[in-house]
T-cell receptor, first 114, second 111 residues
Framework: KAGVTQTPRYLIKTRGQQVTLSCSPISGHRSVSWYQQTPGQGLQFLFEYFSETQRNKGNFPGRFSGRQFSNSRSEMNVSTLELGDSALYLC?????????????FGPGTRLLVL | AQSVTQPDIHITVSEGASLELRCNYSYGATPYLFWYVQSPGQGLQLLLKYFSGDTLVQGIKGFEAEFKRSQSSFNLRKPSVHWSDAAEYFCAVDSWGKFQFGAGTQVVVTP
């Protein structure tokens, strides 16, 4: 079974631009979660999508948004990029049953904002 | 507030020696606990997980972890470390669908 895939793997943007990251979950998984990883803040939860609906949300500004499609693929969008948005963005998928879930992570998208 | 603490930011261990990484959690209910490993520039790989039952959990790559409710701990162990175990290790708690991670422990393996 193929793992979680994320595209692109690397991205360079400038301040003020917007960016869209993509995540394809493991086949059969209906939940997709997004995390931001930085050296200073560690791994922080952004949001979770299940059946095309946002089910959980972390403490990030509205510039960070996401969506999920009917095939469970998910995209994350960051608008008006700031230097502090430079990070590794990780996507994780799980079955989504909500009970004793295990999250499986993709390789991440490394975003650099100049 | 719920939290996950990994007290050791950095650990250096000799190849062949044993390794123990500490994880303490603060959580109101019975937690679902996980250990993940991250190699440089990579995503997180699941090592093992605890949901319920036997408090000693076996994982991949020769790792095991023991859940101790009385100490609110879920420490990761490996009897004999290999050079390929050099990586960053994260303890995590499933908090109603939101995973909360510890700050991570960087493991360096010396010859």
């Amino acid at each position: 079974k193929a793992g979680v895939t994320q595209t692109p793997r690397y991205l360079i943007k400038t301040r003020g631009q917007q960016v869209t990251l993509s995540c394809s979950p493991i086949s059969g998984h209906r939940s997709v979660s997004w995390y931001q990883q930085t050296p200073g803040q560690g791994l922080q939860f952004l949001f979770e999508y299940f059946s095309e609906t946002q089910r959980n949300k972390g403490n990030f500004p509205g510039r960070f948004s996401g969506r999920q499609f009917s095939n469970s693929r998910s995209e994350m969008n960051v608008s008006t990029l700031e230097l502090g948005d430079s990070a590794l963005y990780l996507c994780a998928s799980s079955l989504g049953t909500g009970n004793q879930e295990t999250q499986y992570f993709g390789p991440g998208t490394r975003l650099l904002v100049l | 507030a719920q939290s996950v603490t990994q007290p050791d930011i950095h650990i250096t261990v000799s190849e062949g020696a044993s390794l123990e990484l500490r994880c303490n959690y603060s959580y109101g209910a019975t937690p679902y606990l996980f250990w993940y490993v991250q190699s440089p520039g990579q995503g997180l790989q699941l090592l093992l997980k605890y949901f319920s039952g036997d408090t000693l959990v076996q994982g991949i790559k020769g790792f095991e972890a023991e859940f101790k409710r009385s100490q609110s701990s879920f420490n990761l162990r490996k009897p004999s470390v290999h050079w390929s175990d050099a990586a960053e290790y994260f303890c995590a708690v499933d908090s109603w669908g939101k995973f909360q991670f510890g700050a991570g422990t960087q493991v360096v393996v010396t010859p």
